[in-house]
Nanobody, 120 residues
Framework: QVNLVESGGGSAQAGGSLRLSCVAS????????MAWFRQAPGQEREGVAG???????HYADSVKGRFSISEENAENTLYLQMNNLQPEDTAVYYC??????????????WGQGTQVTVSS
């Protein structure tokens, strides 16, 4: 079982930055992997960035060059640094995890989400 808690959402002006954090609580010694997703009102959930089980890092085309995913294993924390934010980045951002991760596949564990709102 993996419990995920996101933080760091909020409001920003276009061109601004925010950093999201996701702390994982895992009740097993198995390794796990994590990713960020987002869902805007009226739209489907989309993958933003993820770290596969083999260490590969993936980004959605819409955030490449602006967002950066990283992890602090000692603190069981996943980060998403978001720079040059744009109004179209407005969404609820979710942290996801699983024990085997391949970008594009489903994740079994989800956080509650954190709202990011970008104004022009």
């Amino acid at each position: 079982q993996v419990n995920l808690v996101e933080s760091g959402g909020g409001s920003a002006q276009a061109g601004g930055s925010l950093r999201l954090s996701c702390v994982a609580s895992v009740d097993t010694d198995s390794s796990y992997c994590m990713a960020w997703f987002r869902q805007a009102p009226g739209q489907e959930r989309e993958g933003v960035a993820g770290i596969d089980s083999d260490g590969s890092i993936h980004y959605a085309d819409s955030v490449k060059g602006r967002f950066s995913i990283s992890e602090e294993n000692a603190e069981n924390t996943l980060y998403l640094q978001m720079n040059n934010l744009q109004p179209e980045d407005t969404a609820v951002y979710y942290c996801a995890a699983d024990f085997w991760c391949v970008w594009g596949l489903e994740y079994n564990y989800w956080g509650q989400g954190t709202q990011v709102t970008v104004s022009s």
